[in-house]
């Protein structure tokens, strides 16, 4: 088993900034990819970004690209998710997960997650 804990979410007015934390902890893979998703009120849980195990390659859906960035602290079992110039859109729950493998966006493949952790933008 694996456990996530997401932390850093909170209110902000748009345009801020935030960092979002997931610590990692029980059973650790060979190497696995962890991932942030999010889900707003009535809609389904989307893809946000990913990171490889060796942390040299990310993904992200086109909504955030240049706004926000996938990082990992393999040392720390931890990876952030920085978000910038953050818009009423990006308002939702932010779940980490992990995948054993490689760089995946459907949630379906991935095998654990955290709580989640509210983001709410205010415009």
């Known amino acids: 088993q694996v456990q996530l804990v997401e932390s850093g979410g909170g209110l902000v007015q748009a345009g801020d900034s935030l960092r979002l934390s997931c610590a990692a902890s029980g059973r650790t893979f060979g190497s696995y990819t962890m991932g942030w998703f999010r889900q707003a009120p009535g809609k389904e849980r989307e893809f946000v970004a990913a990171?490889?195990?060796?942390?040299?390659?990310?993904w992200y859906t086109d909504s955030v690209k240049g706004r926000f960035t996938i990082s990992r602290d393999n040392a720390k079992n931890t990876v952030y998710l920085q978000m910038g110039s953050l818009k009423p859109e990006d308002t939702a729950v932010y779940y980490c997960?992990?995948?054993?493998?490689?760089?995946?966006?459907?949630?379906?493949?991935?095998?654990?997650w955290g709580q989640g952790t509210q983001v709410t933008v205010a415009s």
């Open positions: 990171i490889t195990w060796t942390g040299d390659t990310t």
């Open positions: 997960a992990v995948h054993n493998g490689g760089l995946i966006a459907v949630a379906h493949k991935y095998a654990y």
